[in-house]
Structure formats: C-alpha cells, structure tokens
C-alpha cells in the first residue's frame, strides 16, 4: 500500500506574515485584523487609527474597497469572511474625515498620529513611519516639486506620502472637479461626494496643489511639465469606454458607459429613453446600469436631468451568473432594483434604422468565456439569436486610457500602446518620468491603485535625492497566558449590510444606499475574526506524539505522522539530517498542520499534557533604513 506524501514548510518571517493573510493580501498592507479585532474590543477610534495608517483614502475604502482581504480571509473557509470592507466603514465614518472632526483643521487628520503607540503588525507603509524618519511639519518654499497628471486614488496617494518626505506636489487635473474617476465614476448612491472632498482637503492641507480644468496635451504640454518639475507621475485613470469590435457600434445612440458615468457626476444632461440596454457583467455595468435605474421623472434632485422615466433598463453579459465579475452585492441590489439580467449571451451586432441610428442589439448565445487555460476566448452558437431593441445602448465591457498627450520620443510604448515600464511597474524609460495607478498596471480595484501611487512617491523620492529607501523587519512571538476565545465565536453567521428599500433608494441619485452596521452589529460581526495573528506553536523538545491535540481539534487540521511520509525543500532535508541522523526516518513520527482550517480555538494546547502547545501572537514592525 502507497503511504501517503505531505509536503511540509519550515516557518520563517514570511510564512508567519502569510498567516495573517487579510493583511498579506491587502496591497497597502492594511492590518485588518488588528482594526477588526479592536472593534470587537470596542475600541473604535484605535480602530480607526490602524485603518487609516497606510491608507491615505481610508473613508472611501471604508465604503466602496473591492475588498481584497475579505476574498483571502480564512473564515470564508469555514463558512463565510468576515465583512472587513464594512467594519473600516463604520470606523471612519465614527472618526474618520466624514465625522466631521477635521473640518475646522484638516492637518489633525494627520497629526494625530504623531503620538499614536505602536500597532502589533505594522508595515512599512505606515503613516506612524513616514512620522517617525521625516521631521515633517509642513512643506518648505524651496521644496523639490512634482508634477503628477491626474487627481485619482494614485495620484492623491502618491501626493500625500510626497507631502511626508517634504516633497511639493502639483496635480493637473483635466475634468473641473478633483479625485478624477472616484468623483466622476463612482455613482453618488455609493458615496457621498461631501466624504470625496473631504479626503482631498487634507492632502491639500498637507501642501498638494491641484489645478483643475487643465488639460495636459492640451492646456500645457508634458515636455513643458517635465521642465517645471524634478519629476513627473502619470497618473491618469482609465476613463475612455473600450469599443466591442462589431458592426454598427459607432452609431449615434451606443454610448461608453464611463462617459455617461460622468455626465451624470457634473450635471449634463443625456437623452435616454424609457428602455435602455447595459452591455457587460462587471461592477461598471452595475454603476451604468442602477445609476440609469435613478433617472426617472420622480429625480428631482438634478434639474437637467429630469426624464419622463427610464422604464426598462436590460443588462446583457457574456458569462453565466456564477461568472459574473460583479460584486454578489451589486448583483443582488441591481435585481432588487428592477434590472432585467440577461446571462451568456454575447453581442453580434447593433442593429440601425433608416436613418443609421442605433435601435437594438443582436445577440447570440455564449457557450463558454475561458478556455481550459482560463483566458478569454468566447464560444457562441450563432443559431441562438435575441433580439433587443433600445435607441441607446451602454458599453460597459473595459476600460482604456488616453495615453494622446505623450510628446516625447523617450517615453517609449509597447505594441498595444501602453507605457513601457520598469519590472516595478513606476518607472518610465524617460528619464524622471513615473506611473502610477491604472495607467501603470490596467484598470484593477481602487486599493491597487492607492498602493500603485505609494509605491511611485518612494521611487520618485529616491530618485530625487539620488539614494534608495530600503527597510528591515523586526519581528516576535508572545506567549498569550490563558488563551480562550468567546463562546461560540465561531457560529456566529455573517450579516448583510443593511439598505434602504429598493423603491426609496431609486427616487435619488444621493440617497446613499448602504445603511451600514450599528455599532452593536459592528462588535459582534468583528467578533467572527479568527485572529489570525495567534499562532500554535509546538515545541518538539516537550512533545511526546501521543495525538491529544490531533483528537480534540474541531477542524481536522493537525496529524500525527511519520517522518519518512514528510517532504519539503533543502531546508526541510537538512533539518531531518541533523536531528535524525542515527535512526531511520519511518520510526520517527511529527505533529503537522494545516493552516489553512485553523480557526486559532486553542484546544489543543488546553489539551496538551506536557505543555509542549502554546498559544503565541505574532507581531511585526517594519522600519525605514539608509534614508
């Protein structure tokens, strides 16, 4: 009989940092845990403070974040994860920028961390650290400046952390409000643009400067920028709709779902029609397609954009419901909503009238989107044909940037009309000229494009003056005496946000759809974290393998097992050589684990009788070297 193989891992500083896999997968490196865990201890503002930390656009994140942490959380293996995105929302809605608390003095948003005491697992994009090895207080006249093109989440995360390092930076912003596509492509009924304007006045209280209603290309040139300034950050957002190459699809009445994203944002009037068609199945085609859902003859809160009523508004995508890039949220609200979803089919053509306007689409039907390597190649059977007719359609299947106001040969760009970019995606091959955000790396989550910005501002200050920014890691395990959890944490069920009823939230654009959790929600569904920043830790000079903690644990994620069933890499081998020389490997046996089930109850060092489990916390601090 074959024995079984395991392949087993020696734990170093990373595989603990995985651990903690919210914040591994976060790209800002937020600690989630921390801030959830401080929620369920009822300490709201520390929860706040951990929050807002590394995240320059922590209030927006706290409402409309995809979410990264929460798709990597280990209690979703368990039943589902726990609702981080909603428990930063109720943080920093209590005191955050929208609390109102930094009104009168925006730079206290920032000050206050000046004393704030260390957090548990703190990463180097931390705010307390840019405190601690830059004596900021504000920017000098003779600061170095930065031109940054563009005033999305990029560029306003790049423009606070240059703030911190004493470095000037001036946006140029072409539309004539800031924040770019979080303004002007994020629909009121998701945020709230008071909460926009607010998180932009305390990077501008930090020294940005942002020049609105500038075109660059257009208004000032980019060689004229590169001039002005030591360096240059292109930061511009993907804010042109991609075109679906079939016929017709330039015919008056077939709209980019972007473009009308914005009208709607800065009050210019769009004709509809009371039946319309949303092409696509991501979170855009939702915001198109619930914000159309709002431009009824009951809207009253936008003078140029009353309608008699949009009546139907039909969404048609590629994939299969359980394909669907959108959010369950969005999908669940939409249909609430009373948008008509139309799953696998795919548009053949636009169908024209006598007069070449646009009045219908042909679809057929999609047998698959993904091929077997998972990459986007559509099947359709073209004998299955439906027929929708509509005067305005909405493309809602990508996103492109406008890369029209690059003058310079040394800005290189590849085959498809991209920026050339270094391997840490920041760099240009031009010299002094940087990326950062959708433009750097395609159009991906908000969070990306917040850490994109950050990630640029250190290059740009190294290039500056001319020395790298490099970092150690500091890290422990602590003992936690007596560890027990709450009783029947671990049955305790995920709530759904709660939201205003479908027929009130459709009057307005600005009724904010998402209620949020009480504070009394809020500590019992952060009291669902596992905590996973608490490890078991075995000693191997104690154990005695006699399997007590396997039998008690509730998962099934500890074995007893026989060294030679054990794999690993050279590592692994040369530790078995030096403590199993003089024995054969099958007579010697291990205690291992897997992770991934572990819900940190702590019965199994409750159960050992030697002593040789201990329930230990982990910590990390990361700290800035050789600046």
Known sequence: M???RFSVEIPDLDYWKKQIKCQYACPVHTDARGYVCAISDEEI?????IARGPNPLASICGRICGAPCEEACRRRDLDEPVSIRELKGFATKKFGVESGKYDKNPLKAIEQFRSMEEDECEDLEDIKLFLKQFPWVALAEDAPSVGIIGSGPAGLAAAHDLCLMGIKPIIYEMEPVSAGMLYLGVPEYRIPRSLIKAEVEVIKAMGTEIICDIEVGKDVTLTELRSRHGAVLIAVGAKRSRKIPIPNVDAPGVTGGVEFLRDVALGQQTELGDKVIVIGGGNVAYDVARTLVRQTEY?????????????????????????????????????EEGIIRYNSWGPKEIMIDENGDACGVRFIRCLSVFDENKKFAPKFDETQVMDLDSYKIFLTIGQATDLSFIDSDDIALNEGGQLKLSPSFTETEAEGVFAAGDVAHGPRFMIDAIASGKKAAR????????????????????EIKNFKRERG???VKREGVPALPPEERKKTMNLIVEKGFTEIQSIRQAGRCLNCAVNTIFDSEKCILCGGCADVCPENCLKLVSLDSLQGNDDFEHLLKNYYSDQPLSQGGAIIKDETICIRCGLCAERCPVGAITMEKFTFKEEWVDV
């Open 2 to 4: 074959k024995k079984d």
């Open 45 to 49: 503002e520390k929860a706040y403070l």
């Open 299 to 335: 809207d009253v809160s936008r003078t140029a954009l009353r309608q008699k009523g949009v009546k139907e508004v039909h969404l048609v995508c590629l994939e299969s419901l359980e394909e669907m890039p959108a959010d369950t949220s969005e999908i669940e609200e939409g249909e």
């Open 459 to 478: 290059r740009i200050y190294s290039y500056l003056n001319k020395k790298e920014i490099s970092s150690k890691t500091t890290a422990a395990h602590s």
């Open 489 to 491: 944490y671990e049955n």
